[in-house]
């Protein structure tokens, strides 16, 4: 049957592709692929195929579907393995359908295990350009050199990975307040191996963050039986007892992202804060890539349930884009005059609101309805960068009235002063009147 298989393939399969050139997916071969994948700046999806393989021809109308979506967004190439021997086996290539997505480090390509639709391939895609365009902003630099994988350049600290124990893992893991990654090894384990750098990179990236040990599960059977550990390497997150599978990649990159993410969940919301002074504004708005500043109806027009129920509505979105890092500020309707008009709130009425970036001076205004759906709408296309934009009036922060915060209360009008009459001759009053006449 095998070699009924191989002559198949060589009498078949190298005469055929599964792609057209109009298909969006590009052809691949060893004299382009360093060029176009490895030496590129460009996240790349790519798949290695055999033409005679059943479940290729059945990707086919999904992976076309997924290139035309991520066409200009994010590279989607395929490779004849069968023609292509040798590059497939420098990637490791042992089955077909195999597809691989060459990301923020383009040595180390990440295996893509989730379902063969075209949507899956998508968010995978996004996914790795999220990550890259994150790492980017950080001040990382992708590794596009070399070809055979190996060492990206910058490593860790063997220092920095915990070494764990059945003694010590209660007190230094369970019984913390610190976030863990644990990975469970065996010394012989190849693939644990060759997790070994990336893992040692990763603590060293997420030092201060969360701490990432290690535990020989051949020795210490203890703790690796009690968390069910049957495969090497086993990763698991641990945060204050409670115990989560790690489902991110394997390189240094991955761990770091997948962790990030989980830092920024367990964080608090952020504070909708009254704009009182200078200070309160720059710190919302300089010390964040954007910020989000309400303007609320006056007091006596939205008394202090209205009011608490608008900044309640704020707060639930900032939890929900607490991830984003953005600044979050209210201010009362006319309280800050140059503030409004800097960014032409007003002119709708009250409530309103805008996305303030004091980097570029740019904001965008809400146009939609006040209210936690049209909120979260507009702050959606924020997050994406769509959205129309305009100019800070004046190209800077305005200058901020300082008041005095808002004590909580219902707003009242001032007391009229009482006016004694009781004194007053009135028939005085009407004689000198008429005499004036």
Known sequence: MRLLIIIYAVFVGGASALYSPSSGVIDLTPSNFQQEVINSDEVWIVEFYAPWCGHCEALVPEYKKAAQALKGVVKVG?????????????????????????????????????????????DAGLKAAKEKVNAQMSGKKSSSSGGRGGDSGSSGSADDVIELTDNNFEKLVLKSDEQWLVEFFAPWCGHCKNLAPHWQKAATELKGKIKLGALDATVHTVMARRYGVQGYPTIKFFNKGEVEEYNGGRTSSDIVAWANDKVSANIPPP?????????????????????????????????????????????????????????????????????????????????????????KMQFALLKGSFSEEGINEFLRDISYGRGRTAPVRGAQLPSVTKIEPWDGKDGALPEEEDIDLSDVDLDDVIDTAKEEL
């Not at 042992?94 to 391939?121: M, Y």
Request: some cysteine; glycine content about 8%.
């Open 78 to 122: 395929a490779v004849n393995a069968n023609d292509h021997q040798s590059l497939a086996g420098q990637y490791g290539v042992r089955g077909f359908p195999t597809i691989k997505i060459f990301g923020l480090d383009k040595n180390k390509p990440e295996e893509f295990n989730g379902q063969r639709t075209a949507q899956s391939i998508v």
């Open 271 to 359: 504070e909708v804060t009254q704009i009182t002074d200078e200070e309160s504004l720059e710190e919302a708005c300089k010390e964040h890539p954007i910020c989000i500043i309400a303007v609320l109806p006056h007091i006596l027009d939205c008394q202090s349930k209205c009011r608490n129920n608008y900044i309640t509505t704020l707060t639930k979105l900032g939890d929900k884009y607490k991830q984003k890092m953005w600044g979050w500020v209210w201010s009362e309707a006319m309280a800050q005059s140059d503030l409004e008009q800097a960014l032409d709130i007003g002119g709708f009425g009250y409530p309103a609101l805008a996305a303030l970036n004091a980097k």
